[in-house]
């Protein structure tokens, strides 16, 4: 198998909705891209299926050293080998990489979120950093366009962590701050409940709120003149979008009632919303997530 192949593997056998964002793009963007998320699921998985703290913190010290050997030029794993090649066709920050591993160690020493800004740290090293070495594939003239896919990041992540509220908090991870779960009389125990307390229904519909409001920034936020180079993560924030609309058309149960959109919903959604950008680029229009 060639690492190509080994990152094409590790990025359809994910089932993320970001495979669906960027099979539109051209062969050089989407192979990068594929190296990019092989090595985001790489970390990520150490993170969830390792449960022994030690070995998972050594396996992210061979990633560590991995980064450092493919900016070197000489990566010895297929994704490594990959990413080697996108950093001699873009952009690409080593040091953003090192964030998101930061962001897995947070999930492996079960670092606290007590304050709103433990959160948004977190959003940012998981999400943020991959927004950022995603733009410098797609491509982009406003410096602007950084701040755009920070609070896309953002929304993304919360998307991700209202969904999964209770298979995370089964493995140990509550994500939303402390100081939120006291103000909203949520114990802890309720993460982990069969049904949806109405006090936690409260903490969630606070939270799709806040989420709404980073796309709406995010969107606000993208300088026209990189509307179409960007178009890949506007398809991504539609997919999402439309599991935080499942999460509000569900009541706000996250305990009972699923967020998760099938495949096809995701493959309907990106085909449609890049069509509907293609048409922007003669006749611009605001941007719509709605689907």
């Known amino acids: 198998m060639t690492p190509e192949q080994y990152c094409l593997q590790k990025t359809r056998g994910a089932g993320s909705s970001f495979y669906?964002?960027?099979?539109?793009?051209?062969?050089?963007?989407?192979?990068?891209?594929?190296?990019?998320?092989?090595?985001?699921?790489?970390?990520?998985?150490?993170?969830?299926?390792?449960?022994?703290?030690?070995?998972?913190?050594?396996?992210?010290?061979?990633?560590?050293?991995?980064?450092?050997?493919?900016?070197a030029g000489q990566p010895r794993h297929p994704v490594g080998r990959e990413l080697n090649r996108a950093r001699e066709h873009f952009s690409i920050d080593?040091?953003?990489?090192?964030?998101?591993?930061?962001?897995?160690?947070?999930?492996?020493?079960r670092q606290p979120v007590l304050k709103q800004a433990d959160l948004s740290l977190y959003c940012y090293r998981v999400a943020g950093a991959v927004g950022l070495l995603s733009i410098e594939i797609f491509g982009y003239r406003n410096r602007q366009s950084r701040m755009f896919a920070t609070h896309l990041g953002e929304a993304l992540q919360l998307t991700n962590i209202l969904r999964d509220i209770r298979e995370d908090a089964l493995i140990g991870r509550i994500y939303l701050p402390q100081e939120d779960r006291i103000r909203f009389n949520v114990r802890d125990q309720d993460f982990r409940e069969?049904?949806?307390?109405?006090?936690?229904?409260?903490?969630?519909?606070?939270?799709?709120?806040?989420?709404?409001?980073?796309?709406?920034?995010?969107?606000?936020?993208?300088?026209?003149?990189?509307?179409?180079?960007?178009?890949?993560?506007?398809?991504?924030?539609?997919?999402?979008?439309?599991?935080?609309?499942?999460?509000?058309?569900?009541?706000?149960?996250?305990?009972?009632?699923?967020?998760?959109?099938?495949?096809?919903?995701?493959?309907?959604?990106?085909?449609?919303?890049?069509?509907?950008?293609?048409?922007?680029?003669?006749?611009?229009?605001?941007?719509?997530?709605?689907?």
């Not at 080593?94 to 020493?109: A, S, T, V, Y």
């Not at 993560?233 to 499942?246: D, E, K």
């Not at 099938?262 to 605001?286: D, T």
Request: proline share 5%; charged share 30%.
């Open 20 to 71: 669906y964002a960027f099979v539109f793009l051209p062969p050089e963007q989407r192979r990068a891209m594929m190296a990019l998320y092989a090595f985001c699921r790489e970390v990520d998985d150490i993170a969830d299926q390792v449960s022994d703290r030690q070995i998972a913190v050594s396996k992210l010290e061979f990633w560590q050293q991995e980064l450092h050997r493919c900016f």
């Open 194 to 291: 069969r049904s949806c307390s109405p006090a936690l229904k409260e903490l969630i519909q606070y939270y799709t709120d806040r989420a709404e409001e980073k796309y709406r920034q995010a969107l606000e936020l993208l300088p026209a003149e990189d509307r179409a180079s960007l178009r890949p993560s506007l398809l991504m924030a539609a997919i999402y979008h439309a599991q935080l609309g499942r999460i509000r058309d569900n009541d706000y149960d996250v305990m009972t009632r699923s967020a998760h959109i099938s495949p096809l919903r995701k493959l309907w959604i990106a085909a449609r919303m890049w069509r509907r950008e293609k048409r922007a680029e003669a006749s611009p229009r605001p941007i719509r997530l709605d689907f």
């Open 94 to 109: 080593e040091e953003l990489f090192r964030e998101i591993i930061d962001g897995m160690l947070m999930d492996i020493n």
